[in-house]
């Protein structure tokens, strides 16, 4: 018993610095660096998706005496396997109060950081990239963030920050360097750093003890054995206990899916399993991680004849496309085959290449074919529990022998297969006739699938067309999915085993005739943005390319997120319970499991709420935790609060809600259509008589058009902290929100208090998009409420699933409309119909409908034009604000059905009234139009496209160029104003404090660069803490654009006003500085104003379909190109040219960011992005492992952007114009494009006319759109209930 109780001391090193005591091993097993006080790791997903949480991890290797550095994702690494090993953090490399590392100094310095959350992942991808490698190629540079994710920059800027690390790019450096005007450190390891691991490495060594360690946690035992024999010992003892290496599966199933494993055997330090050797193939340990392997293997198909390397050329291949560096350096090739994933990328091509797997048990080995046998199920295989896998051997092709692997993935990186295969055939000697073939599959099955009969069409017969004919026909009767299977996309998954078996023949067929293949496409980028200067006085930042005022601290960790702020005494965690019904009454909901689990305080209801429990959006009231009745999966139905969040997480999951079903669930908006089930009003408006216009048109197109719902992904999550101050009722809120005083209000009527007792805190945000609104402050009154009731701090973080699950999303929207053309091209009727699905509860839908009519028009001058809108009440998630709210839902389906040829026949021309009778003019539209053809060269282009399709059948190219129009402010007018307050204290210093929220957005730069100017200090004097109620009150949301507009005129106003105060004083020492001056005055007088910006007049009258619901608008146009592969919908953004009016730009480096960022979150709207909901009403995609959210692989390969010059505008702050939302919608052009190139594939296929194209055109969508033979060639599926809803 004593020794079953034993525990070893878990010691690492973080920093140089050793942790032992202080880390507590929690039920999760994980490295939680905020206990040692360390924040600069993210936490974005928790699942290994995003790379916010990578740090470098370094082992010493007392074989080769070296110490190995790689990248880990730290919130997948147990905290176990650390034992002897050293982290460093984004802290340990470098630091504003010392010194900066050129890794953190590049990114900042090209822009590469704006809400800053994904930053230190960045940089500490690249730190270990460097130092392994110091100068390394673009690729690698490219691959190396493969696994991190950012959702504001668009990642042009990053990749242009660390490009100046790459050797042979001198000119890209020289006008880097001009721009940011200095000079650039050169990377090196910092003599600190390499000391400090180097000091490491004898106390690594030390802690690397010979002998089994024993670790136990909360829930679980950890027995990590050194050799081979005693795991296999340990295994039969334990034969349940799973044998952890990578934990990257293992570790998914203990988070995600409420696994326990009482043991865990940890297999890492078993020297066995990671020997490889090459001797008649390549024998490689299970225990290797895929980084490993991929070098192992690169080493063979350096060393061996070309002919031997068939199938390691293949499994390389499929390597580089596994996941994310970070994933790759620790999972293993055992822990991938064991798993017996259905979509793994490495089965399928072992299986191909007839590899065996060595097996053991303590009674000995036996050699495993990895065959169609060896699969049986679902993560199962026909290893025994207590079997480990040794190695695996790959033999060497024979002459004669061709090997490929092929993957489709919703992304090209980082993302799991949809489909994969891994293919052999081996022909008689000196012809074409095949002796022996394998196929096998990946992701159409529940495991690798062989296709055997399809085979045994092609066995003894010569590679030709009518040999594979027969072969696809007989794929399509073998390799099946039902209509309900789990994954869904059946066709095109059934079409893409047929396309990828082409390929495969294609690719035999090219090597038997030897021919070489064309090169890949280059990577090319912008060259780097150097601003416009408006001949102002050297001081003046204003118009200048000023860096992000915090990019130093996002690249050093040291910026502070709500989550970050440092745990205090007796602070709980709060854990949400969600429905699991879509539409239910709640009979009982039973608490008692929870409240007797470790660390529970307290679990409470809607009954517990004192105050209102509700919260009213548009006038109509959505309930804080459901009462009775739930609407949706995910409502929140009542929250647990514990000592910790494990402990609050795994008691919330043993709350029991028992349910009794109510009919009548509603899932979409057809559902809602024939039930009448609407959140009013409806909205509608006319100019023009349509029912004319109709009946004198040439041609007239109807149709409907979908466009998908699309998730925030901002990378931090929902976050607050509550704190109850003990005295008088006072609660100090710190939320991520974008609307403060919403916080403040929502937490002062549920608590049944005053908001004068409230105040609310935003530090900065890691990004919004419009999801941290209404969402964040219903999570805010449920955490006050907890803190409230325990009267102590309360934290509530959501994890990447909830919030995806809660929170909602943008609204997905059926349009049908009609549209009326003349023979020229010309639009001269347009009759829309839109619906927008908003979910079980109102938030801003009404608005965001009532936005899609003012917008119908965008930048076409259609006369007679009818517009109808609804917001749809269904069973789902609410949908809420998103970027552009509702702007990119728009002018999509009448412009949709333009030709892109007679696009420029319907833009406004002249000074016009649009149709809610607000007139502009358009001239500086045109401008961006004129502008962007000729710069992306458009007319040159769509002819060498043109060409292109001629030329080739499986590969298409389309060219689109798009216009856009976008009002800019709150149709309700006091949402356009502002408030600021402005301290200067008496040596100088000046501490603004504004409206507006920092959510990566740069407005606290814009804000610094105006009280600059208006001061006429030196930016380095102005600082800007926080947003908070208590300094500026009733503040409006920062939203719709108008940030820097309000609250920088409100800045303005204040620092004028204290600039005026000075004057006499400048009079009276007009040789005296800032400082003296200050002092001067700060001896006999306050130096504190307010500023105020009453905002514009806006309104819209619905009654009288009129009004001026903006203050001005911005144009742009953007033009992309795209190649397709008709055969997977894979397709490419080759190049985008966008040309912005955005005035005078206060600082184009901020603003070509959000330009970037914005056209990329399009493009991910349009292209990429889906949510996807089971027939019960239940989301599958919850995190970045179902949604896929555009990666670095998804930069247009040539990206320019151009500001518009000699643009002005009356209406803002020195001339500038919003820019944070409009350019989402450009995004549409790669949309466009992409419709472009399949409609020339179906035009190769026989297909012509007018065709319906959804959106997101996903690959899925767009290659069954092409019409190709093999889409043609599977039959419709049976009636059966889809595994997924088809929204909206
Ligand atoms: C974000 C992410 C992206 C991914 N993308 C891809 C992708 O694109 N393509 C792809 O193919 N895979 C992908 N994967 C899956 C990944 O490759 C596998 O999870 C990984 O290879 C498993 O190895 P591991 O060492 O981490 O296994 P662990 O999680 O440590 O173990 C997994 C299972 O295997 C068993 N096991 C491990 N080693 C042995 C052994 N030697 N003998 C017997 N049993 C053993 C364990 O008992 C356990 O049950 C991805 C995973 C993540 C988290
Ligand atoms: S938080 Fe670790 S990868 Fe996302
Ligand atoms: S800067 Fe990358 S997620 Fe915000």
């Not at 091993?25 to 790379?51: D, H, P, V, W």
């Not at 064991?338 to 036996?366: M, Q, T």
């Not at 295989?381 to 489709?408: C, M, N, Q, W, Y």
């Amino acid at each position: 018993m004593a020794e079953q109780q034993r525990s070893d001391v878990l010691a690492f090193y973080v920093n140089g610095k050793k942790v032992r005591s202080c880390v507590y091993i929690n039920a999760f097993n994980e490295l939680q660096l905020m206990s040692l006080r360390l924040t600069g790791s993210k936490y974005g997903c928790g699942g290994g998706g995003c790379g916010a949480c990578t740090v470098m991890l370094s082992r010493y290797d007392p074989q080769t005496k070296h110490i190995h550095h790689f990248s880990v994702n730290a919130c997948l690494m147990p905290v176990c396997q650390l034992h002897g090993a050293a982290v460093t953090t984004v802290e340990g490399i470098g630091s504003t109060k010392t010194r900066l590392h050129p890794v953190q100094e590049r990114i900042a310095k090209a822009h590469g950081s704006q809400c800053g959350f994904c930053t230190p992942g960045m940089v500490m991808s690249i730190y270990t990239l460097l130092r392994n490698k110091p100068q390394p190629t673009m690729e690698e540079i490219r691959e190396t963030l493969g696994g991190n994710l950012c959702r504001c920059t668009g990642y042009r800027p990053i990749i242009d920050g660390y490009r100046t690390f790459c050797e042979v790019i001198s000119s890209f450096i020289s006008g880097f360097l001009h721009a940011v005007g200095e000079s650039l450190e050169p990377f090196r390891v910092h003599e600190s750093d390499s000391n400090q691991i180097m000091g490491q490495r004898q106390r690594m060594a030390e802690l690397e003890e010979r002998a089994t360690q024993t670790f136990r946690g909360e829930r679980m035992t950890w027995i990590s054995p050194i050799s081979l024999d005693e795991l296999l010992q340990l295994k039969s003892q334990h034969p349940q206990a799973p044998v952890v290496m990578g934990n990257t599966n293992l570790g998914l199933d203990i988070k995600f899916k409420g696994v326990v494993h009482p043991i865990i055997i940890s297999g890492f330090r078993v020297r066995e399993l990671c020997v490889c050797v090459c001797v008649a193939g390549v024998c490689i340990g299970a225990g290797s991680s895929l980084s490993t392997v991929r070098s192992v293997l690169e080493k063979c198909v350096c060393s061996l004849p070309a002919e031997h390397t068939q199938t390691l050329a293949a499994l390389l291949e499929q390597l580089s496309h596994v996941a994310g560096e970070q994933i790759r350096n620790v999972a293993t090739l055992g822990g991938n085959v064991a798993s017996a994933y259905p979509n793994s990328d490495l089965n399928p091509v072992l299986a191909a290449g007839n590899a065996d797997h060595l097996c053991v048990i303590p009674e000995g080995k036996r050699e495993v074919p990895l065959d169609k046998d060896f699969f049986v199920g679902f993560g199962k295989t026909v290893l025994k529990p207590d079997e480990i896998v040794l190695s695996v051997f790959i033999p060497v092709s024979r002459k004669g022998e061709v090997v490929r692997a092929f993957r489709h993935a919703p992304r090209k990186e980082n993302a799991l297969a949809t489909v994969n295969a891994g293919l052999r055939v081996w022909f008689e000697e000196g012809s074409n006739v095949v002796k022996e073939m394998s196929v096998y599959y990946g992701g159409v099955g529940p495991c690798t699938v062989s296709a055997e009969r399809t085979v045994q069409q092609v066995i003894g017969r010569p590679w030709n067309e009518a040999t594979l004919s027969d072969a696809y026909r007989a794929l399509v009767d073998e390799v099946t999915l039902g209509a309900s299977a789990p994954g869904g996309k059946v066709m095109f998954r059934r079409s893409l085993t047929l396309s990828l078996l082409f390929r495969f023949y294609l690719h035999v067929l090219q090597h038997l005739k030897d021919t070489v293949r064309p090169p890949s496409v280059t990577w090319f980028y912008p060259t780097y943005l150097v601003p416009p200067h408006y001949g102002q006085s050297e001081q003046d930042p204003v118009g200048r390319a000023v860096q992000h005022q915090a990019a130093l601290s996002h690249a050093t960790g040291e910026a502070v997120y709500c989550d970050d702020f440092p745990r205090t005494q007796g602070e709980l965690f709060l854990s949400v319970v969600t429905s699991a019904r879509a539409h239910a009454r709640i009979t009982h909901i039973d608490v008692s499991r929870a409240l007797s689990m470790p660390g529970v305080v307290d679990v409470f209801t809607a009954d517990d709420i004192p105050g209102k429990k509700f919260r009213s959006f548009t006038g109509i009231d959505e309930e804080i935790l459901a009462q009775g009745e739930v609407t949706c999966v995910g409502q929140m139905v009542c929250a647990v609060v514990a000592d910790t969040k494990p402990h609050a997480k795994l008691a919330s999951a043993a709350v029991k809600v028992h349910y009794e079903d109510l009919p009548d669930r509603i899932f979409t908006v057809e559902e809602a259509v024939e039930k009448r089930s609407f959140f009013l009003p409806q909205r509608e408006i006319q100019r023009g008589d349509v029912t004319k216009a109709f009946q004198e048109a040439d041609h007239i197109y109807e149709g409907e058009i979908r466009l998908g719902g699309q998730e925030h992904f901002y990378m931090e999550t929902q976050s607050m902290l509550v704190i109850p101050l003990g005295e008088e009722k006072e609660m100090k809120v710190y939320a991520s929100t974008q609307h403060p005083t919403m916080v403040q209000e929502a937490v002062a009527e549920t608590l049944g208090i005053p908001s004068s007792r409230v105040s609310c805190h935003v530090k900065r945000i890691g990004g919004a998009f419009g999801g941290k609104l209404s969402k964040t402050s219903i999570l805010a009154s449920i955490t006050a409420l907890a803190a409230w009731r325990s009267e102590r701090p309360v934290r509530c973080v959501l994890d990447r699933g909830e919030d995806m699950l809660i929170t909602g999303a943008r609204h997905p929207v059926l349009g049908k409309y009609k549209v009326g053309f003349m023979s020229d091209g010309r639009i001269t009727a347009a009759d829309v119909r839109y619906y927008a699905n908003a979910g079980h509860t109102p938030d801003d839908s009404v608005l965001v409908i009532e936005k899609i009519l003012l917008h119908m028009d965008n930048a076409y001058n259609i006369l007679n034009l009818r517009g109808q809108s609804a917001a749809c009440k269904t069973n789902l998630p609410s949908n809420t604000a998103f970027r552009g709210f509702g702007v990119p839902q728009t002018p999509w389906c009448s412009a949709g059905q333009l030709k892109r040829s007679e696009v420029s026949k319907n833009l406004y021309k002249e000074t016009s009234l649009t149709h809610y009778k607000m007139e502009f003019d358009p001239e500086v539209l045109l401008r961006c139009w004129e502008e962007c053809k000729e710069r992306s060269e458009l007319d040159r282009r769509r002819l060498d496209v043109a060409r292109f399709n001629q030329q080739n059948r499986w590969k298409k190219r389309g060219i689109a160029l798009i216009p856009l129009k976008y009002g800019v402010g709150f149709a309700e007018g006091f949402l356009n104003q502002a408030a600021a307050l402005v301290h200067i204290y008496k040596d100088g210093s000046v501490l603004v404090s504004h409206g507006g929220t920092e959510m990566g957005q740069g407005i606290h730069t814009k804000v610094q660069q105006v009280a600059s100017r208006e001061l006429d200090v030196p930016l380095s004097m102005i600082h800007i803490s926080e947003t908070s109620t208590s300094s500026v009150p009733n503040t409006c949301p920062s939203a719709a654009s108008i940030g820097t507009d309000v609250n920088g005129m409100a800045v303005k106003d204040a620092c004028q006003t204290l600039y005026k105060s000075l004057e006499p004083i400048r009079k009276q020492d007009p040789n005296g500085t800032w400082q003296s001056w200050v002092q001067l005055f700060g001896s006999n007088t306050s130096f504190i104003k307010w500023g105020k910006n009453k905002g514009h007049d806006l309104y819209m009258d619905w009654v009288k379909q009129e009004g001026r619901p903006y203050a001005y608008f911005t144009y742009s146009a953007c033009c992309s190109e795209v190649e397709l592969d008709c055969l997977t919908g894979e397709y490419r953004t080759v190049r985008t040219d966008l040309v912005a009016d955005i005035g005078r730009s206060i600082n184009p480096a901020i603003d070509i960011g959000q330009i970037e960022g914005a056209f990329m979150q399009g493009l991910g709207l349009y292209t990429m992005e889906e949510l996807k909901f089971s027939p019960s009403g239940v989301l599958y995609t919850r995190g970045p492992g179902q949604y896929k959210i555009p990666a670095v692989c998804d930069v247009p390969l040539q990206f320019n952007v151009y500001l518009l010059s000699g643009s002005h505008n009356p209406h803002a702050i020195y001339s500038s114009k919003g820019v944070g939302e409009p350019t989402v919608f450009l995004g549409c052009s790669v949309f466009f494009a992409l419709k472009e190139a399949v409609a020339a594939a179906r035009s190769d296929a026989g297909l012509s006319g007018p065709f319906t194209l959804h959106s997101p055109a996903t690959p899925e969508r767009a290659c069954i759109a092409c019409g190709t033979r093999f889409t043609q060639m599977i039959p419709e599926t049976e009636t059966a209930q889809p595994w997924a809803l088809e929204l909206p």
